[in-house]
């Protein structure tokens, strides 16, 4: 699908309207639910002229060259690679699609290195656009305490992305304090 860039950014994917005539995303398993000019809780994605955009579209915070190892993925081929992470791809999907196409076109392959939060509709094309993952498994508290999300989620991310779209995972279990601070309120709903 051909991108059309605005000044808003980018028409993003996987959204629908509401009766209450707020939009929902549905990018992710947060689903927010925006009114016009509203952000959701990854903050890059907006309601704008009744459409949600990724407002970040080809604005990389940075570039830098690391060994694959550093991913983690020791057992990846990709020498020559890129690798998508700070922040996850999922809430840029359109560029990170994009570029993992482009990518393609001359001979590199992509990693994505993701928290596996994605919604079941978006999951297919993502994923498929990747030549391999790292998803991140971390303890259930952490996701309901820290992150207002949910462990089964991810798990159905894993085993969805294992069976239906062919793509070996690479899950990597963390330990975070958990006095680490809270995520903000989203304006979203
Ligand atoms: S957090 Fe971002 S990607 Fe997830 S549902 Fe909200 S707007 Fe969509």
């Not at 690679?81 to 570029?99: G, K, M, Q, R, W």
Request: proline share 5%.
């Amino acid at each position: 699908m051909e991108n059309v860039y605005t000044s808003d950014g980018v028409p993003g994917r996987y959204w629908r309207a509401l009766a209450d005539g707020r939009i929902q995303c549905d990018l992710c398993p947060r689903e927010c639910k925006l009114h016009e000019g509203q952000r959701g809780l990854c903050f890059v994605r907006a309601r704008t002229s009744n459409q949600i955009v990724l407002t970040t579209y080809g604005r990389s915070s940075g570039f830098c060259l690391d060994p694959i190892e550093k991913k983690p993925l020791n057992h990846f081929l990709g020498a020559r690679s890129v690798a998508f992470t700070y922040n996850d791809p999922v809430i840029f999907l359109e560029y990170a699609v994009d570029v993992a196409a482009a990518c393609r076109e001359v001979g590199l392959q992509t990693v994505a290195v993701t928290a596996g939060y994605i919604g079941k509709l978006a999951r297919p094309e993502f994923f498929a656009a990747m030549d391999a993952a790292n998803i991140d498994l971390k303890a259930e508290s952490f996701y309901k305490q820290l992150c207002t999300g949910s462990l089964d989620a991810v798990l159905d991310t894993l085993v969805r992305q294992t069976r239906e779209l062919n793509i070996p995972p690479k899950a990597v279990e963390e330990v975070v304090p958990t006095n680490i601070g809270r995520s903000r309120a989203p304006e979203g709903d």
